[in-house]
């Protein structure tokens, strides 16, 4: 079903937003993204999946307090909702059944 | 430590995000924006950060950021062009021939424009194919020399470009290229002549010729081997594989080592063969000239320095190089210059020593293309005038229209870009119509002369396109720009108010001085193109000194003349024929050393040599002593001369009696001559020429032949027809080249009667224009005054006193433009052209009054039939509408 399943960056973005906790805004996803994948992540592409996200109802956001390096703007800090969480935990669930699935002699043949 | 200096984000691009961003959204997108840009300001350099926050401001414009006012903004001004558009399209099609008259006007026009946009285009296109232009120079050599020959010429010596290579550093690569390879090329019993250089393997490194067949790197490094395009391939073998094969040229045999792909039409270099430069070094090996620095008449040297090469660097070591090479010269100083390869078919003059035709490729001064431009923006200021004149001139039934627009809200900038709009959409339309006058003006203007043919194609292309389009809209600003600015500041209140109380009329001197304008430049153009005329004229119709009458010039090329002249003689039609080196009179000419008794009083004289039926065929008039009898089989047989009188009186021979110069003794070339005649001085070069000294001495048979043949047919088709089957008796391989003498004298003055064709044509295009706008001017002026002329004739004035009224106004602006015209052309002509000429006739008062007589018929026409409808109305209908 549409709208269920996660792309696997959105996944990346959603389990990023969680691991950060109060500190997940933009900025921060993108530097985390990039250091744990090691792939170049562009901003302007985590804001587009950020907010879509958050249309899709797995995340919410609000504006926190403004600060100087952001020339007086204030930052959108993101969290996960309940739908959010849910839908990180099938993703999960989906892929643990999935590993189990996997009979050790595919590996020993390798 | 200063303090670090703080940068802040480019401005407009923030704006740019806070235009297109939804307002939830723009605090923390411009937020991040910032907090990255400081950060990569610190890291990567605040010029590098400005330029990603730049990039980013566009990246984020996206479905989710953008919001939805500005598409309704966007879409709001789409319906006020719209609306321009539609009100534009009403005026036009509510005044048709004021839209007829300014559209047609900038259509002949713009047409000018768009040719010559084609041409410069082309001429800019050249070259452009080599994946190293950017990097290749041409060598230049500067000669300052104790012979007259000095000047910056187009080649260079091969020892120059042999210490290029092994001396300068800096350079990649170096090619030198050897001056005309031509000849007939024969394989099997296909016999066909070909054309192309001697070149060095380094050809194919400098430049991007592809090589579809053959190994670049040797093809041209033995002796011998010729490298064919492929049309010439396909011209010579037919479908056979050309690779590896033998052509003969003349006697030497080469193997072909290659087919390279055609070389595009825009190239300077064009060849259809290349051969090995070493087998010109074979070839002229007992020459100690070929490889001496001096000797910089026959190579052309490319140079492909390596990238981000020093130019400066590079110039002063190829300065140092010549100054060293110099030293050992006595007579010739050369100097080395680089010229970049975009350089060569537009930009300086440079001069190319004999025998090298195509060598230099096309070349057009940028001096030329300057004029070109210039003429070309008159005829176009001259249509812009009109619509200027024409949308002023019908203020005051536009200007309620503007009064109520601005009533209801419509501020300056809009009431401004309203006319733009409207005069851009009349350039659009005109552009349409001139775009169909371009196609039929290209192949005249192609036509015009054969070195147009092998310069220009005038195809179109995507930047051709861009070029005209954009041409047109400039136009169209530049023709409304007048009319915007005055509607804009009509005021709403005075619009309303009676027509009297508008200051249109200030605006009347400008009209006046507009027309004024347009005027003066039509008569120039035309009393140029007539007095132009009259000279060519005259210049052909110019006593040389000989007849050339009914003289047919037959160039034999290298072929023997003995069967031809024979052939000749039994022909019924042919009165005589004569064989001479060349022919005088075109600007063709053979030079030679004279000396008399003063062994170190040496004098340049024009030699020809000429048969014994030479003088008499072209009624050369001797002044004493007699013709040639004589037929010396070499030229160390020769000793005979014949001389004109400038060469009596430049050594003072036999005082002023011809007579006495008979049987004197002259050294011509280091040879002992006896003057056995003495002719009327005639014109050996062309009539920009002064008449110098003239010696002429039997032909031999070791000489070129031109055959003239005097012809006296009625039906001239049918004997050149049985002449041209002569010739191919004795030459299958080569057309027949012949021409009628004054032909050969109109074809060397060609420059000039293209000149005129020119001009002549700008000259009508402005009569056109102007005479355009006259009649719109005139037909408004009598519109306008109906009323008027209504109250005069019912006051008891005559038709021949409202002519009078009527045209007064205008035929004063006509006799001042005529006024500041005529003298301006005269001065033109006796004082910047006609002194390059001493043998011309003076500017006539009829050729100058011609022109205008012209303007003025036309207009009186256009004036007068106008004026004779108005004048011819009935009053009665006229007021009663009131």
């Known amino acids: ?110 | 430590m200063k303090s670090q200096r703080e940068h802040h984000p480019p401005a407009w691009a923030q704006r740019f995000i806070e235009w297109y961003c939804k307002p939830g959204l723009v605090e923390d997108l411009t937020g991040d924006l910032h907090e990255c840009f400081e950060r990569n300001v610190r890291s990567i350099g605040a010029r590098r950060a400005k330029l990603i926050y730049i990039i980013d401001a566009f990246k984020f414009f996206r479905s989710y950021t953008v919001s939805r006012s500005i598409f309704f903004h966007l879409f709001m001004n789409h319906i006020m062009i719209g609306s321009y558009v539609k009100t534009s399209g009403r005026n036009i099609m509510r005044n048709k021939l004021f839209s007829f008259i300014n559209i047609s006007g900038l259509a002949i026009s713009m047409s000018v424009g768009l040719l010559l946009i084609a041409f410069v285009l082309d001429l800019h296109s050249y070259d452009r194919f080599h994946k190293n232009g950017d990097r290749i120079y041409r060598i230049t050599s500067t000669l300052t020399s104790k012979n007259e020959q000095n000047g910056k010429f187009a080649s260079a010596s091969f020892k120059a470009g042999r210490l290029i290579r092994d001396k300068v550093s800096g350079i990649e690569e170096v090619t030198v290229m050897r001056n005309d390879f031509s000849g007939d090329a024969a394989v099997g019993d296909n016999v066909l002549p070909i054309k192309g250089f001697w070149a060095e393997p380094s050809v194919f490194k400098v430049f991007t010729f592809p090589m579809e067949e053959g190994n670049v790197e040797t093809a041209l490094k033995v002796p011998y081997s010729i490298v064919l395009t492929k049309t010439a391939a396909r011209k010579l073998f037919g479908d056979q594989a050309a690779l590896g094969k033998t052509i003969k040229v003349d006697t030497v045999v080469y193997q072909v080592t290659g087919i390279v792909k055609d070389v595009p039409f825009f190239s300077h270099i064009s060849f259809e063969a290349l051969v090995s430069l070493s087998t010109a070094e074979q070839l002229n090996k007992g020459d100690k000239n070929f490889a001496s620095w001096a000797n910089m008449w026959s190579n052309s040297v490319y140079v492909l320095p390596s990238e981000n090469a020093d130019m400066g660097a590079i110039q002063s070591q190829l300065n140092t190089l010549a100054r060293e090479e110099n030293q050992g010269e006595e007579n010739d100083k050369i100097q080395l210059e680089l010229l970049p390869l975009y350089d060569i078919v537009v930009g300086e003059h440079l001069r190319q020593p004999e025998g090298g035709p195509g060598f230099s490729g096309p070349h057009v001064s940028p001096v030329v293309l300057w004029i070109l431009g210039g003429l070309a923006f008159i005829v176009v200021l001259s249509a812009c005038f009109n619509y200027t004149n024409l949308s002023i001139a019908r203020a005051m039934r536009r200007i309620k229209e503007i009064g109520l627009r601005k009533a209801i809200g419509a501020g300056r900038g809009q009431v401004r870009l309203q006319f733009l709009a409207e005069a851009v959409m009349i350039s659009l339309a005109a552009l349409v119509l001139s775009f169909l006058l371009f196609l039929v003006l290209r192949p005249l203007l192609i036509n015009i002369a054969p070195e147009m043919q092998r310069t220009v194609k005038l195809d179109l292309t995507p930047a051709m396109v861009i070029a005209f389009v954009v041409f047109s809209v400039g136009i169209g600003v530049m023709a409304g720009f007048l009319p915007a600015v005055f509607f804009s500041k009509v005021s709403p209140i005075n619009a309303f108010g009676s027509v009297s109380s508008m200051k249109v009329f200030k605006h009347l001197t400008l009209r006046r001085s507009l027309v004024v304008i347009q005027y003066t430049v039509t008569l120039i153009f035309i009393t140029i193109t007539a007095v132009g005329y009259v000279q060519y004229k005259n210049i052909l119709a110019f006593d040389l000194g000989f007849s050339t009458a009914n003289i047919l010039n037959i160039n034999t090329l290298d072929n023997k003349s003995d069967v031809l002249l024979r052939e000749l003689g039994e022909m019924p039609e042919v009165t005589g024929v004569s064989r001479s080196l060349i022919t005088t009179g075109v600007g063709n000419a053979w030079g030679g050393s004279m000396k008399y008794k003063d062994s170190r009083d040496s004098v340049g004289v024009m030699t020809n040599h000429v048969d014994e039926n030479y003088l008499p065929l072209h009624n050369y008039k001797l002044l004493a002593g007699r013709n040639f009898v004589s037929r010396p089989a070499t030229a160390e047989a020769v000793g005979e001369v014949i001389v004109n009188e400038q060469v009596l009186k430049r050594f003072n021979i036999g005082g002023r009696h011809p007579e006495k110069a008979i049987d004197e003794q002259v050294i011509l070339n280091g040879r002992k001559m006896t003057i056995v005649g003495v002719m009327q001085d005639f014109h050996y070069g062309k009539v920009d020429n002064l008449i110098g000294p003239v010696a002429f001495t039997s032909w031999t048979p070791e000489d070129r032949v031109i055959i003239s043949a005097k012809i006296q047919s009625k039906d001239m088709p049918a004997t050149l027809a049985k002449i041209e089957a002569a010739w191919k008796k004795i030459d299958r391989v080569h057309p027949f080249t012949a021409a009628f003498y004054d032909d050969e004298i109109k074809e060397a003055y060609r420059e000039f009667s293209t000149m005129i064709k020119i001009i002549g044509f700008l000259a009508f295009l402005a009569i056109s224009i102007a005479s355009m706008g006259l009649f719109g001017m005139v037909v408004f002026t009598t519109e306008t005054r109906l009323k008027e002329i209504g109250i005069r004739k019912t006051m008891g004035a005559s038709t021949g006193n409202l002519i009078f009224l009527l045209s007064r106004g205008f035929l004063v602006l006509l006799s001042v433009s005529a006024l500041i015209a005529l003298p301006a052309t005269y001065c033109f002509f006796e004082g910047i052209v006609l002194p390059h000429f001493p043998y011309h006739t003076p500017v006539h008062l009829p050729e100058l009054l011609v022109g205008l007589l012209a303007v003025l018929l036309i207009a009186f026409i256009m004036i007068g039939s106008q004026t004779l409808k108005a004048a011819r109305s009935n009053p009665v209908a006229v007021l009663r509408s009131e």
């Not at chain 1, 950060?20 to 302007?44: F, M």
């Not at chain 1, 669930?93 to 050790?104: K, T």
């Open chain 1, 1 to 110: 079903m549409k709208g269920t399943n996660l792309g696997e960056f959105e996944e990346l973005v959603l389990l990023t937003v969680a691991a950060l906790t109060d500190e997940a805004y933009s900025v921060a996803i993108c530097d985390e993204l990039s250091d744990h994948t090691g792939r170049t992540v562009k901003l302007g592409v985590v804001h587009a999946v950020l907010n879509r996200l958050e249309e899709k109802g797995l995340l919410k956001s609000e504006l926190g307090e403004a600060t100087m390096a952001r020339g007086g703007k204030r930052k959108r800090f993101y969290q996960l909702t309940m739908q959010g969480k849910s839908a990180l935990m099938n993703a999960k669930a989906m892929r643990d059944q999935l590993w189990a699935r996997i009979p050790s002699l595919v590996w020993g043949k390798m």
